[in-house]
């Protein structure tokens, strides 16, 4: 009944324990695709030493997460589609409680759920049983405004469509954009975080930091401006100096950024 779709680049390390988290779902009815983006450590050899048999291991040249996304989408024989990152870890309940809301809300497209993050591999999982708080729609001026959607944390119809194949970073956000301005329902399922997302230093996809906010800001304000919504792309603009004053404050203390603010709202009252 659901597809599950993880690519993995280089994540020997992780892997296992995501594949870990999957076995031990609630809901059992669901196919693993796996497709590797062309790793260039034992990922595949790890995966096989598992011996599962939901899982189906396809093996690829380099050519990108949105590609092999969007391969897996190809091939997945159920219409719906739940994503995992290979070092991200779900709840054992997750499914079960996306599927739920699913057969009930059937007009909805796309669902998805809080996430904690976390760093180290001892995070308990299912301390307890996940109690459904409520639900709420999800507009697209929400996620231009700040994309609150993580990508493991989303169970959706397959024909939403595909990935942006020509970006190489912030394809999620970039498919939820999308997707909410072609009229696709997203609801988000209040409760305990169901899913949790490994913070690491050996994470691949996009970046962090920074650089990463600077690429969410540009491909939003993107579209904003393109489709009228100008108030966002203000707003988003603000964004930008505000990070990089935290970054100012961060690099060179507080007490010059305290002497720049005074000087700044000088320069303002005198103007």
């Known amino acids: 009944m659901i597809s599950i779709i993880i690519t993995t680049f280089n994540s020997r390390n992780t892997i296992k324990e995501t594949l870990s988290s999957i076995k031990g779902q609630s809901f059992t009815n669901y196919e693993v695709i796996i497709v590797d983006d062309g790793s260039s450590d034992d990922t595949v050899e790890c995966i096989k030493s598992l011996s599962l048999d939901f899982v189906k291991i396809f093996e690829r040249p380099h050519f990108g997460r949105a590609s092999s996304l969007n391969f897996g989408l190809g091939i997945c024989k159920f219409e719906l589609v739940a994503i995992c990152d290979s070092d991200d870890l779900w709840h054992s309940d997750k499914l079960q409680i996306q599927v739920d809301f699913f057969m009930k809300n059937q007009n909805v497209d ?18 307890k049983k996940v109690v459904l708080h409520g639900s709420e729609p999800i507009t697209l001026r929400r996620i231009l405004l700040s994309n609150i959607i993580t990508h493991s944390s989303v169970l959706y119809k397959k024909d939403m469509g595909v990935y942006n194949e020509g970006l190489s970073s912030q394809i999620d956000l970039d498919f939820w954009l999308r ?3 072609s009229g696709k329902l997203f609801t988000r399922l209040r409760s305990d975080p169901i899913v949790f997302h490994r913070i690491h230093q050996d994470q691949s996809f996009e970046g962090s930091g920074l650089n ?14 393109k489709w009228g919504y100008f108030d966002m792309v203000i707003l988003n603009t603000l964004k930008v100096f505000y990070y990089l004053f935290s970054r100012y404050l961060r690099t060179f203390g507080k007490v010059k950024g305290f002497y720049t603010v005074l000087l700044i709202w000088s320069y303002v009252c005198v103007m």
């Not at 669902?111 to 976390?118: D, I």
Request: proline share 0%; no cysteine.
């Open 179 to 181: 997707s909410l301005r």
């Open 110 to 127: 796309l669902v998805f759920s809080s996430t904690k993050l976390f760093q180290s591999s001892d995070v308990d999982l299912n301390s």
């Open 212 to 225: 990463y906010r600077w690429n969410a800001i540009k491909l939003v304000n993107n579209y904003a401006y």
